[in-house]
């Protein structure tokens, strides 16, 4: 019996094999470069959400921190643990909007990573998962994500989601805007395509 896709990873496991080369090429912090500042400094917990090749989580383990990265594609979480055997990060099968291999774990993180993943969820998904991260979320933490806009490739899942849709349910979470950047170019320089950086902070119940 063939295995179900998981909605929004179409077309990655076919191109594996590939990506496990590409995306190591990026180096974290040039492609990172505006969120460095926001990363914790001290050792911490990070959620890193389509962790994709694994990049950004073994350079989160790199800096000290301890991470749970999510992949929801088999052929990239199982080449990604082969690149970066470290024991700071645990490799999760889960996904959004959802997150259901969190559930029953008494786990909050200080920072929730998401590279080019937002945009692979329909509108009701979203609105699903942004409650979701925001409990996540310790209070003091940081989210970051990206937005890919443009062309969508062949085979995969992709929507046009707006910075303002995603600030906006952001806000009905109680998380507050920490950083907006728009027309990012990607550092692979896809014709056509930009990206928006987008940061929101958890706050900090006074007593």
Same mark, same amino acid.
């Given at each position: 019996m063939a295995s179900?896709?998981?909605s929004g990873t179409e077309g990655y496991a076919e191109e594996a094999e590939e990506i496990l080369v590409r995306y190591e090429q990026a180096a974290f912090?040039?492609?990172?470069?505006?969120?460095?500042?926001?990363?914790?400094?001290?050792?911490?917990t990070v959620l890193d959400i389509g962790a994709g090749t694994g990049r950004d989580a073994a350079a989160f383990a790199a800096l000290g921190h301890s991470v749970v990265a999510v992949e929801p594609t088999?052929? +990239? !979480?199982? @080449?990604a643990k082969a690149l970066h055997l470290s024991p700071r990060i645990e490799w999760l099968d889960d996904s959004l909007p959802d997150l259901a291999g969190l559930a029953g774990r008494a786990a909050s993180f200080d920072l929730i990573m998401m590279t080019a993943v937002w945009m692979h969820l329909d509108r009701s998904q979203r609105r699903r998962g942004m409650p979701r991260l925001a409990g996540? +979320? !310790?209070? @003091?933490?940081?989210?970051i994500l990206t937005l890919r806009h443009g062309p969508v490739p062949k085979g995969r899942r992709m929507f046009e989601v707006s910075a303002e849709e995603t600030t906006e349910l952001a806000r009905t979470t109680g998380l507050e805007p920490e950083l907006h950047q728009e027309n990012q170019d990607g550092l692979f320089k896809r014709p056509g395509v930009t990206w928006t950086r987008l940061a929101y902070a958890k706050p900090v119940q006074e007593r």
């Open positions: 179900s896709v998981v912090e040039r492609l990172h470069a505006a969120i460095l500042h926001l990363i914790p400094s001290t050792p911490a088999a052929k +990239l !979480r199982d @080449g996540l +979320l !310790r209070p @003091g933490g940081i989210l």
